[in-house]
């Protein structure tokens, strides 16, 4: 499966990783909000064995198919996006 990686514009060392290129029809607007408009990166193929440098790639697919994307913050930028998750707005 290819991951598309964005890097946020406002938060530096946060990333979205969407299964389909530049289909952000599962992020809220306040997720957008906080992130910023995202920045496409790069791409590559994720399958369950990669080695992921700061996540786990079988969470990454999980998170895709429960989600529609996966978010990697740094440890920073998680309080505003914590929120979010909890009023159930993300």
Do not use: I, W
Request: glycine share 4%; with cysteine; proline share 6%.
């Amino acid at each position: 499966m290819q991951c598309f990686v964005y890097r946020s514009e406002r938060k530096p060392n946060s990333y979205l990783m969407l299964p389909v290129k530049d289909d952000f029809s599962a992020l809220s607007d306040g997720f957008l909000k906080l992130f910023g408009e995202p920045e496409f990166s790069f791409e590559f193929d994720l399958t369950p064995e990669r080695k992921m440098v700061q996540a786990d790639a079988e969470e990454v697919l999980k998170n895709f198919s429960e989600n529609g994307f996966h978010l990697q913050l740094s440890n920073e930028d998680k309080d505003p996006f914590d929120a979010l998750v909890a009023e159930g707005k993300l």
